[in-house]
């Protein structure tokens, strides 16, 4: 995947970014809409964005893989039961 720094994009790119941030956000527990749980979806939708994805849902998808995996490792459970 590209790094997303020195990337640029068109303001209707950063507008989508910004509805799918908005959107994987509200999925979440308020308690868990915390700055860093944010900044780390923004991230993978950014690098996703960076490859040339433009797909709203493959940018949603991207910000939802940030979730799973900051939820694997807040939590000490097995991998069976996280696959519940």
Do not use: W
């Not at 308020?30 to 996703?48: Q, V």
């Not at 797909?55 to 940030?66: C, F, I, Q």
Request: with cysteine.
């Amino acid at each position: 995947m590209h790094d997303p720094r020195g990337a640029v994009f068109q303001p209707e790119l950063i507008e989508l970014m910004k509805v799918v941030l908005d959107d994987v956000t509200a999925t979440l527990a308020e308690a868990k809409r915390t700055s860093a749980m944010k900044a780390d979806i923004a991230s993978h939708i950014l690098k996703c964005a960076a490859n040339g994805v433009r797909d709203p849902v493959a940018l949603k998808n991207a910000g939802l893989a940030a979730v799973v995996e900051c939820s694997h490792y807040s939590h000490d459970i097995s991998p069976e039961r996280r696959a519940v």
